[in-house]
C-alpha cells in the first residue's frame, strides 16, 4: 500500500531534550516536506527536500533541523525543543514539488 | 513572499445548504491545489487547477480557478454530513492557506 508513515504519532518531551520525528514514503516520491499545523495557521512548511542530499528552509525553520540521505526517509530533528514547537507535524512527499502532495497520519508533539 | 489568503476561517451549514470557500493570492499562482482534512486526520488531495478559468467537477464539488489565476474557490451543492472538515487550497510555490473549517447540522 502506497503510504506515508510517521513516527511516533504522539509526544510528551520536555524542553531541551532533543528528539526526532521520523518520515518514510514507499512510493519512490522525490519531494518530501515537513509542515506544522497550528489552529488559526493552517499548515506552514518547515523544510521541504527536492532530493537525496537536497533540502532548503521552508516559512518557519527556526529550531528545526533535517536531513535527506535516502530518497525514503525524511527524518525532522528537535536539537533543543521549546514550548513554542508543541504542534500538529505532518510529513508529505509528491513525485514532484508541483505534484499532489501524499501526507503521513501527523505527530502530535508536546514540549514541557 | 507570497501569500495565500483563505476566507471563511469557519462556516456552519444546515444539511442540504450549499457550501463556499475562497483562497486569494497577493501574486500570480502557477497552479492551486485543494486538499481536504477530516477532523483528527490528515489533509487529503481533491484536486489541482492549472489553466487560467479552470472549472473542475468531482461529483458535489466545483472548483474554479481565477482568469488571471490569483483566486481559486471550492463549491459544495447540499451540503451532507460527510463534508465536514477543513478544505485548504495550496497554492505554488506550495503555501497553505489557513483553511476553512466546514461544521454540517443534519
Known amino acids: 500500500e502506497a503510504q506515508v508513515t510517521q513516527n511516533p504519532r504522539y509526544l510528551i518531551t520536555v524542553t531541551g531534550k532533543k528528539l526526532t520525528v521520523t518520515c518514510s514514503q514507499n512510493?519512490?516520491?522525490?519531494?518530501m516536506s515537513w509542515y506544522r499545523q497550528d489552529p488559526g495557521l493552517g499548515l506552514r512548511q518547515i523544510y521541504y527536500?527536492?532530493?537525496?542530499?537536497?533540502?532548503d528552509k521552508g516559512d518557519v525553520p527556526e529550531g528545526y533541523k533535517v536531513s535527506r540521505k535516502e530518497k525514503r526517509n525524511f527524518p525532522l530533528i528537535l536539537e533543543s525543543p521549546s514550548p513554542n514547537q508543541t504542534s500538529l507535524y505532518f510529513c508529505?512527499?509528491?513525485?514532484?514539488?508541483?505534484?499532489?502532495?501524499?501526507f503521513g497520519p501527523g505527530t502530535r508533539l508536546t514540549v514541557l | 513572499g507570497q501569500q495565500v489568503m483563505q476566507i471563511p476561517q469557519y462556516q456552519h451549514v444546515q444539511e442540504g445548504e450549499d457550501f463556499t470557500t475562497y483562497c486569494n493570492s497577493s501574486?500570480?499562482?502557477?497552479?492551486i491545489q485543494w486538499y481536504k482534512q477530516r477532523p483528527g486526520g490528515h489533509p487529503v488531495f481533491l484536486i489541482q487547477?492549472?489553466?487560467?478559468?479552470e472549472v473542475k467537477k468531482q461529483k458535489r464539488l466545483t472548483f474554479q480557478f481565477g482568469e488571471a489565476k490569483k483566486n481559486s474557490s471550492l463549491h459544495i451543492t447540499a451540503t451532507q454530513t460527510t463534508d465536514v472538515g477543513t478544505y485548504f487550497c495550496?497554492?505554488?510555490?506550495?503555501?497553505f492557506g489557513a483553511g476553512t473549517r466546514l461544521t454540517v447540522k443534519p
Open positions: 501574486t500570480t499562482l502557477s497552479n
Open positions: 495550496a497554492g505554488r510555490p506550495l503555501r
Open positions: 512510493m519512490n516520491h522525490e519531494y
Open positions: 487547477l492549472v489553466k487560467s478559468g
Open positions: 527536500s527536492m532530493n537525496v542530499e537536497v533540502t
Open positions: 508529505a512527499s509528491s513525485f514532484r514539488s508541483y505534484n499532489e502532495q501524499f
